[in-house]
């Protein structure tokens, strides 16, 4: 080969172009990224360089891991805003109003990151946004930090599948406070028994569902009607963390006929207000009411009766394998999370001490 000659780059590989007259950086790097209609190559400039060195090795980087070249400064908010549109607009799959209310919240939170280069972001950044503290001067609850690292994973696959970037650091940023931190005061026996006691009167009956289930409020209301199987006696599902999703919850005998009875009234929907499938809103507001109605004056949110039903199992003296899989919470002592039939009657036994 002649001497001065320069290697011929592989078809895709992208140029160094010297460009005319006196510049500072006259050697722009340009990447070939798609086609024109004729299917002519449209190149992009990856950067402007001093000297051709420089140059070739910006285009060796870019080869070893290619990145969108006109996202490669997308930021924080852009990147939001198109990953947003795409999964809840383009994607052609029906999502509910909490679950767009959750993302929108989540990314409310991340205004430390808004102006920032997503691909400059590292595991740092992300455990800054997860580890702020909130209005009351305290760490974010777990459920709003376990909504902003949904959002950074989704985030960080989407920028990955878009080549925006050729890493996801929000893997490695961590929820920093633990699971059902959410503040609650169980009820006492006084007030589980006045429950019992007004039993027919409207909507107690739901409160004594999840009292004896554990369910956290939208885990039951959104619980599709095939997942209360009334034949094998149990609940399955779970919104959360993966040690909650479809986790299988015996039917306890105290709430089985409440269930039946709200199933068959409501066509096989489990909480109705005002003829529309209940919300968690919608339910809140009416559970501070029944209590209220009844005599209950002791402030009480639904949350409080997934407390109560752990310090039921506790009392009962079940066994805290039993009381992590029912209530869905990881546990060093669970290997599997498969239920087999043997394990579905543990914990019906255990469910049933209460």
């Known amino acids: 080969m002649p001497r001065g000659r320069a290697l011929k780059n592989p078809n895709g590989y992208g140029s160094v172009v010297k460009l005319s007259g006196k510049r500072r ?19 992009d400039v990856l950067g402007r360089f001093p000297n051709r060195e420089e140059a070739l090795i910006a285009l060796a980087d870019y080869n070893k891991n290619p990145f969108s070249v006109p996202d490669r400064n997308i930021t924080f908010a852009q990147l939001y805003e198109k990953f947003y549109k795409n999964k809840y607009e383009l994607s052609g799959k ?58 950074f994973t989704q985030m960080d696959k989407f920028a990955l599948q878009n080549d925006i970037t050729e890493k996801g650091y929000a893997t490695f940023a961590s929820i920093t406070v633990a ?39 939208s885990e039951l209301i959104q619980m599709p009607t095939e997942d209360i199987d009334l034949t094998a006696g149990t609940f399955k599902g779970g ?16 709430i089985r006929h409440f269930v039946e009875h709200r199933l068959e009234e409501n066509h096989g929907i489990l909480f109705i207000i ?16 029944t209590l209220r109605s009844i005599g209950i004056t002791t402030y009480h949110t639904p949350h409080d009766c997934r407390h109560t039903f752990t310090s039921l199992l506790d009392s009962a003296g079940v066994n805290q394998v039993c009381i992590d899989r029912l209530i869905g919470h990881a546990s060093g002592s669970l ?20």
């Not at 950044?125 to 580890?131: A, N, Q, Y």
């Not at 005061?185 to 409207?202: G, H, R, Y």
């Open 179 to 217: 699971e059902d931190d959410t503040p609650g005061v169980p009820f006492t026996a006084t007030e589980l028994q006045t429950l019992w006691d007004n039993k027919d009167v409207p909507w107690v009956d739901s409160i004594l569902i999840y009292i004896y289930s554990g369910w956290r409020v």
């Open 94 to 151: 029906t999502y509910s109003q909490s679950s767009m209310a959750c993302t929108r919240s989540a990314y409310s939170r991340c205004g430390a990151l808004y102006d920032l280069a997503y691909r400059k972001l590292r595991a740092d950044d992300f455990r800054t946004v997860l580890g702020q503290q909130g209005s009351s001067g305290k760490p974010l609850s777990h459920a709003m930090q376990e909504h902003i690292k949904n959002l």
């Open 239 to 254: 919104l959360k963390t993966a040690a909650g999703k479809n986790r299988i919850v015996p039917i306890h005998s105290k």
């Open 25 to 43: 950086n006259p050697f722009e790097v340009r990447v070939n990224t798609r086609m024109d209609e004729r299917y002519y190559p449209i190149y």
């Open 335 to 354: 290997t599997t999370r498969t239920y087999t039939h043997k394990t579905i009657e543990e914990l019906r036994q255990a469910i049933e001490m209460i």
């Open 274 to 289: 005002k003829e529309r499938p209940a919300t968690a809103q919608t339910y809140t507001r009416l559970f501070k009411s």
